[in-house]
């Protein structure tokens, strides 16, 4: 096997999706029969095009969406399989990946109310609830992490409202779950690929064009990046 960015995120998150958590270093080294100083390397140079975020002592994989492997507000189940989801955005992501029905629990704004999403078929229901996005993309990798962390699910606009006075945080663009649905499948949909890689910023304006995610939030800088 040719090692290239490709490879190593397709290897991560197979493993993720049939085991439900990322492989360790090691389990990378004798998956691809590389010594750890390779893989290491390997790994870093993705973390370093944002295709996997690893623990900034150990270096073991923290993440790679829209699989998390440390706990979050966002539980993924199917098939009698679970995963933890980064976000909202990476959740649906997951299922998306999964091809299957699936169910998603949360709880709304990561506070008391929990909700349960199910996927049947394709389709999403209940389809009344929100999500909210308050970090810009342009601004997304400044701490993924956080920004993951606030992408979540809402009952109305009213209650996105509240919350980000509540916990002073900006309010920026709010989608509705369809809207998010329909997005995850297609900016997640190669993400088992060997031949993966990221979005250009050209191919991310026009995703996020397709799915009428405008304004703002949405705003991409005329750079080379990837994203």
């Given amino acids: 096997m040719t090692l290239t960015h490709g490879t190593l995120h397709a290897t991560i998150a197979r493993h993720f999706l049939h085991h439900g958590t990322a492989p360790t270093i090691a389990q990378l080294c004798e998956r691809l029969a590389l010594d750890r100083a390779t893989v290491a390397t390997a790994l870093q140079a993705l973390a370093d095009y944002h295709g996997v975020v690893l623990h900034p002592t150990s270096g073991e994989i ?100 509240a919350w980000c006075a509540r916990h002073a945080m900006p309010r920026g663009d709010v989608q509705s779950i369809s809207t998010v649905w329909a997005f995850a499948q297609a900016w997640y949909g190669r993400h088992l690929d060997s031949e ?32």
């Avoid at 394709?122 to 970090?135: C, M």
């Avoid at 009428?212 to 005329?222: I, K, Y």
């Fill in 62 to 161: 923290w993440a790679m969406h829209p699989f998390s492997a440390a706990p979050t507000s966002f539980w993924v189940e199917s098939q009698g399989r679970g995963w933890w989801g980064n976000c909202a955005w990476c959740s649906l992501g997951i299922a998306a990946l999964l091809a299957a029905d699936a169910t998603i629990t949360t709880t709304l704004g990561a506070e008391s109310e929990q909700v349960v999403l199910q996927i049947r078929d394709g389709a999403l229901a209940p389809t009344d609830y929100r999500v909210h996005f308050p970090i810009p993309m342009a601004r997304a990798w400044e701490n993924v992490t956080y920004t993951c962390s606030t992408m979540l699910v809402f009952a109305s606009d009213a209650a996105v409202d």
């Fill in 196 to 227: 993966w890689t990221k979005w250009t910023t050209e191919e991310a304006r026009a995703l996020f064009a397709r799915f009428g995610l405008t304004g703002p939030t949405w705003e991409l800088p005329a750079t080379e990046e990837r994203f």
